[in-house]
């Protein structure tokens, strides 16, 4: 079972409309927790941390369940500059960080 | 301030030649990472640094690659006798500290195997 597992999607969402998306984790210890997007042959940028009581920037809404293992990203008000992969990040035993292979997202005008 | 940086942006070599890529992290971080990423792939672990020791090699795919990193800073990922299943994209990222911190990326070097 890999570590961090998220749906490749891709989610096509209209522009405005609000999408979620969820990233499982298999580490029950895990402690630190992010979202990353990575854009079209660009390098993958940090799009925030995610805390224990949720946290919110912007129109991005991040959300962690420790007793399901899982962490959510929601968007509200999609733009179109929204469509990108994003990435689910999760810390092993070791601190190491682990990337899950990416949740597509496509906004369409 | 700068972000991380690394050189060359694209590179394009012929089977069997070897190839030096370089990365410069942020100044101040002592944890330095390696990955590579082939065409709509997740990204792959090769390696990471913590100053200037690589306590964790258990990504490299083989012998002809290889890592340094001196001074705490710069890393070079060296890649010897290219195939072409080599061909991807090289990040690297670096972090304040190992555990647990969010990593920052450079833009990559696109390696192209002929």
């Known amino acids: 079972r890999k570590e961090v597992e998220q749906d490749p999607g891709p989610f096509n969402v209209p522009e405005g409309a609000t999408v979620a998306f969820n990233c499982t984790y298999s580490?029950?210890?895990?402690?630190?927790f992010f979202w990353y997007r990575q854009d079209c042959r660009k390098e993958p940028k940090l799009l925030m941390s995610?805390?224990?009581s949720g946290n919110e920037d912007g129109r991005f809404t991040a959300q962690l369940n420790r007793a399901s293992q899982y962490i959510s990203l929601l968007i509200r008000d999609s733009k179109l500059s929204d469509s990108a992969t994003y990435l689910c990040?999760?810390?092993?035993?070791?601190?190491?960080?682990?990337f899950g292979a990416g949740t597509q997202v496509v906004v369409t005008p | 301030g700068a972000g991380v940086s690394q050189s060359p942006s694209n590179k394009v070599t012929e089977k069997g030649k070897d190839v030096e890529l370089r990365c410069d992290p942020i100044s101040g971080h002592t944890a330095l990472y390696w990955y590579r990423q082939s065409l709509g792939q997740g990204l792959e672990f090769l390696i990471y640094?913590?100053?200037?020791?690589?306590?964790?090699k258990s990504g490299l795919p083989s012998d002809r690659f290889s890592a340094e990193r001196t001074g705490g800073s710069v890393s070079t990922l060296t890649i010897q006798r290219t195939q072409q299943e080599d061909s991807a994209v090289y990040l690297c990222?670096?972090?304040?500290?190992?555990?647990?911190?969010?990593?920052?990326f450079g833009p990559g070097t696109r390696l192209t195997v002929t």
């Open positions: 640094f913590q100053g200037n020791s690589a306590p964790d």
């Open positions: 995610v805390y224990s």
């Open positions: 990040v999760v810390n092993d035993s070791w601190g190491k960080l682990q």
């Open positions: 580490n029950s210890a895990s402690q630190s």
């Open positions: 990222a670096s972090s304040l500290l190992y555990q647990n911190h969010e990593q920052y």
